[in-house]
């Protein structure tokens, strides 16, 4: 059972945060889970009396069994932003509550830092151009709006590579497909991630975008540029309507629903909706031949450099290193004479992005075709 005052101590801090920080409301509630772990942990036990309690913090996000007997294990990544609100939420009481503090000293928040996880032996999964045309062109949907939407949705996903929290809030006059580009700005009330506003331009790939601009004229020739371009369909007495009403809280949900039913129409595996924007990064990367590709896929992602680009989807699927390692031993453009002194970039260039520069390079120099430098 929570503690009470625990409890409303960490509704002020939350509040403090929205408020008096100004942090986002989304980034808000993910503060709201990750402090449900530190209020669950400690139970009935006040926050002062933290350093009594057993297990440790970092051990009961560590151990599934220790929280509950179906708990799933928690990534690395998310016991880290768990630790690292807790650790806010301490500090801001150290400011605003002191006296609350009890026994916890600075020593013993410090000592708070996640145990390592073993990393997950796992490819990297996403969604292929190859599945997303087969989604979006499996059945036949002229009396099917619903289904016609769906479709639709999978080609814009995958052609934008933009996360589905901003799909599902996109509205119609944030859609330019005669010029392959979406405004995914903040001031036309698109969610993106940490309130970015950019406009993406999306890729060519002719049959995506047929299937797409079907959609798009219809809903244009009924709706207003203020709805949805994913439109919520009202069945009534067999009958499909489209609404202009605006996206509720559990919009990102049913386009996870709806794509649920479109793999499985479709005859494919399910993939969550994010594995869209995994399979347009991984298709661009592979096309990536020179820097300047690969500064215009990471704006286009929205991220805040190349190496978060790279640092995420970079990695190879087992296929892709099996064929490259395979072909390791195949003759290749000959190097002699090569320094790094006789090669020329431009100023300003940082090393992290040379490091990507040489992926590049040394991912066209994997392939069938070598080309001498």
Not at 345 to 358: T, Y
């Amino acid at each position: 059972m929570i503690n009470r005052d625990n409890f409303q101590l960490s509704q002020e801090f939350l509040q403090f945060q929205l408020h008096s920080k100004l942090l986002a409301s989304a980034s808000v509630e993910r503060y709201r889970f990750y402090l449900r772990h530190w209020l669950l942990w400690l139970d009935d036990v006040p926050i002062g009396k933290a350093p009594q309690k057993l297990p440790l913090f970092p051990r009961y996000l560590a151990i599934p069994e220790e929280r509950d007997r179906e708990a799933k294990i928690l990534s690395s990544t998310t016991s880290k932003k768990i630790i690292r609100v807790v650790k806010l939420f301490l500090e801001w009481l150290r400011i605003y509550h002191p006296d609350v503090l009890g026994e916890i000293s600075r020593e013993w928040i410090d000592s708070l830092r996640p145990i390592p996880v073993p990393p997950k032996n796992h490819q990297r999964v996403y969604i292929s151009l190859e599945e997303t045309i087969t989604l979006a062109t499996c059945l036949p949907s002229k009396n099917d709006l619903a289904l016609h939407r769906d479709k639709a949705a999978a080609a814009l996903l995958f052609l934008s590579g933009m996360r589905v929290g901003a799909f599902a809030t996109l509205p119609i006059e944030a859609v330019d497909l005669s010029n392959q580009k979406i405004r995914q700005w903040t001031e036309l009330g698109v969610r993106t991630k940490g309130q970015k506003s950019a406009t993406t331009i999306l890729l060519n790939i002719p049959e995506l975008l047929a299937v797409a601009k079907s959609w798009d004229t219809i809903i244009r020739e009924q709706l207003p540029p203020t709805a949805m371009w994913f439109t919520p369909i009202i069945s009534s007495w067999g009958d499909q309507i489209l609404s202009a009403e605006k996206p509720g809280k559990n919009r990102i949900i049913a386009v996870g629903r709806r794509m649920r039913l479109l793999f499985r129409r479709a005859g494919l595996q399910y993939k969550s909706p994010h594995k869209f924007r995994h399979g347009h990064a991984v298709y661009c990367l592979q096309r990536a031949k020179d820097m300047g590709d690969m500064k215009a896929i990471s704006m286009n992602l929205m991220h805040v450099n190349t190496q978060t680009t790279d640092g995420i989807y970079g990695p190879f699927m087992e296929s892709e290193i099996q064929y490259r390692i395979s072909n390791l031993n195949k003759p290749q453009a000959s190097l002699i004479g090569f320094s790094p002194e006789s090669m020329h970039f431009p100023k300003g260039v940082s090393d992290d992005d040379l490091a990507v520069m040489f992926r590049a390079w040394a991912d066209r120099l994997s392939t069938k075709s070598m080309t001498p430098l």
